[in-house]
C-alpha cells in the first residue's frame, strides 16, 4: 500500500462507525491513530488492523488532557456512546466526551494545527417540527428530558468547534450524521435495527415502540463514510447532513426486517421513550451540491449484507 504520509487521529476508533471510518482512511494510505476507552467500541471491529504498519491503538479516554507525539494532521472526533440506552446508562459521560472531550480535542488540534472534523448528528434537531430537516433549522430539543444529555452535548460540540473556528482560526468540519446502519453495530445496543434483527434470528417477538408511525431514514455504513471523507477534505466549515432520505415508519421496518429473515415472529407494540421523535429525514441539498454527494446503497441491499453480518456473529 502506498502511503500518503499524513497522519489522522479518529476518536471512538472501536465503535462502529469510527472502526469504519479507521479502514477507510487507513484503505486510502494514512497513518491512522484509533482512540478509545472502550466503554462502548470494541477491540473486535479493529482487529484486524492491529498489524498494518499504519495504524495505532491508544487506549484513552477523551475527557482527560490527549497527547499525540509528533505532526496531526486530521482529527475526526467520534467518541459517544451514541444509542439511546447507552446514553441513558452513562448520562454524565455523554455529557463529558461532547463538552470536555471536544474541548481537549480542539486544544490539540490547536496545538498542531490539525483540522477538525465533528460527528454531530440529526438529534440536535430533536422531534423536529420542520420536515425534512435542513441545516438551518435550529431544532426542537427538551434539555432535561432523558435524550437532551446526548442532544445538548453535540449542540455544544457545535458551538464549540464554530467557537474554535471563529476565534482562533482553526479549520473545523461539521457532519451531521442521521441513522446509519450495517455490520458491527452492537446486537445489544437497543436501536430498532440491531433489535429486530437479533428477534427474528433468535426467534422472538419484533418490539415496535409505540405505534410504530414514527419514521426514520436509514443511511448504509459505506454511504456515510464516503460523504464524511468527501466533507474533511472539502473547504466547507458548515454543517452538512449526511444520511439516506429515504423516509420509512418503524412499522414498515420491522416488516420488511421480517420478510427480509423469513421470520414466524409477530410484531409486538410497546411503550414509545420519552421525547421519542416523531419524523425523521435529512435534507442532504447542501451534501449533493458541495460534495457531489447522495447514497448509493439501497436498503434492501443494505440489510441484506448486514443481516449475513449479525447471522455469523450470532452462528446461525
Ligand atoms: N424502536 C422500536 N423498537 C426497538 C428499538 C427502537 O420500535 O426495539 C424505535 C424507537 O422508539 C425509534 C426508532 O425505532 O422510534 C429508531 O430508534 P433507534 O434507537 O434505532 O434510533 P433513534 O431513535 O436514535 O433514531
Known sequence: MELNGKKVLITGGAGFLGSHLCDRFVKEGYHVIAMDNLSTGSLKNIEHLFPLKNFEFYFHDVTKFVHIPGKLDYILHFASPASPIDYLKMP???????????????????EKSSRFL???????YGDPDVH???EEYWGNVNPIGPRGVYDE??????AITMAYHTFHGIDTRIVRIFNTYGPRM???????LPAFMKQAIEGHDITVFGDGSQTRSFCYVSDLVEGIYRLLLSDYVYPVNIGNPNEITIKQFAEEIIKLTGT?????????????PKQ??????????ILGWEPKVDRAEG??????????????
Open 264 to 276: 414466524k415472529q409477530k410484531i409486538v407494540y410497546m411503550d414509545l421513550p420519552t421525547d421519542d
Open 186 to 192: 452492537r446486537l445489544d445496543d437497543g436501536r430498532a
Open 132 to 134: 425534512p430537516q435542513t
Open 280 to 289: 425523521r429525514q435529512p435534507d442532504i441539498t447542501k451534501a449533493k451540491e
Open 303 to 316: 440489510l441484506k449484507i448486514t443481516y449475513e453480518h449479525f447471522r455469523k456473529v450470532l452462528n446461525k
Open 92 to 110: 454524565i459521560q455523554t455529557l463529558k466526551v461532547g463538552s470536555l472531550g471536544t474541548h481537549n480535542l480542539l486544544g490539540l488540534s490547536k
Open 118 to 124: 465533528i460527528a454531530s448528528t440529526s438529534e440536535i
Open 153 to 158: 452535548a453535540k449542540r455544544f460540540m457545535e
